[in-house]
Structures are given as C-alpha cells and as structure tokens.
C-alpha cells in the first residue's frame, strides 16, 4: 500500500539532500511480521526520489509513527506537498534464524566465488 505525506507545510527536497517525512499512522505488529518502507517505482523513475535505506524495516516492536527517509538523487528540488505519495509499504513473515558456530562449511560448486562469479 502507498504511504501518504502527513505534513503541515510543503517541503522543497533539494538534490542530494535527504528527509525524513512523517506518514500519519502508527502500526502494531505481531511478534512474527515486519513492516517494509519501499521506494515508489515512478518517483525514483521520473524524479531521483528515493528511499534511502530501502528497504526501511519496521520491527514488530516499534510503535511509533510510521516516517520514510527520502532522498534526491535527481538533479532539480523536488517539492512534497501534504497527502503526496511517497512511499510503499509491504508486510511480511519474519524468521528467527539460530547460528551455529562450525569449523567448516559444505562445499558447493560455486564456493566462495563472490561478486559475478556465477557469469551474471
């Protein structure tokens, strides 16, 4: 779903200049979801507007009011107007993983092959 602006007054996002924008609403999540704060694809296409740390995470602990941290990679001032969408928002499962310390891994074809190693 879309985050909206839940500002009392403009604000003029200069080039490579970063805000956080506060959303209007509140959530409270149960102990196995999150909340993700995602950019919104035709901002980022037609303006440079971004969200800074995609995806923001929303722990099921916070209840506080919902912000998204924009960010203009665009090359002109981007104005936010009150009820402008901004942001998305997703919900999803969160797994507790456990670790486990170990000596040694499998092996596996592509091994520690890092960046590209696979041929894309």
């Keep these: 779903m ?8 403009p604000i003029i996002l200069k080039p490579l200049k970063r805000v956080v924008i506060p959303c209007g609403i509140a959530i409270g999540l ?4 999150e909340a ?12 440079g ?6 995806p923001g995470t929303i722990d099921s602990d916070y209840r506080g009011e ?3 941290i924009l960010i203009n990679f665009g090359k002109e ?11 998305q928002i997703i919900f999803s499962e969160v797994v507790k993983a456990k670790f486990e ?9 592509r091994g ?9």
């Design 49 to 54: 507007i971004t969200v800074l740390n995609t």
């Design 36 to 47: 993700q704060i995602r950019p919104r694809s035709g901002l980022a296409a037609k303006h």
């Design 101 to 109: 310390e170990v000596s040694d891994l499998d092996n596996t074809e």
């Design 2 to 9: 879309d985050l909206c602006a839940s500002i009392d007054n």
């Design 77 to 87: 001032d981007f104005e936010i107007k009150l009820n402008d969408r901004i942001a």
């Design 30 to 33: 149960p102990e196995n979801m």
């Design 66 to 68: 919902v912000k998204a």
């Design 112 to 120: 520690s092959g890092g960046f590209g190693s696979t041929g894309n």
